[in-house]
């Protein structure tokens, strides 16, 4: 028996949030995202009041689009 505690699992609203600090980070830093299988920028992004999930703007896209269909893809370290 290991005298650890179990890791403590994250609910969704955790998660969703991360993958908007990971959002907000990749506009920071210009790095792409994945959208639609294509390598793209984000242009801005902003959270209306009363909303649960922020919208997104994606460079060449005329709609904004929600941050569940951005993959944040791995920078080489």
């Not at 969703?16 to 639609?36: C, E, M, T, V």
């Amino acid at each position: 028996m290991s005298g650890r505690a179990p890791a403590p699992t994250e609910s969704p609203r955790e998660l969703a949030d991360q993958h908007d600090l990971r959002i907000h980070r990749a506009k920071q830093l210009a790095r792409p995202i994945g959208y639609n299988g294509t390598n793209r920028f984000i242009s801005g992004f902003c959270w209306h009041k009363g909303d649960a999930e922020m919208t997104v703007y994606i460079e060449g896209e005329a709609e904004p689009v929600a941050p569940s269909a951005i993959t944040i893809l791995e920078q080489p370290t």
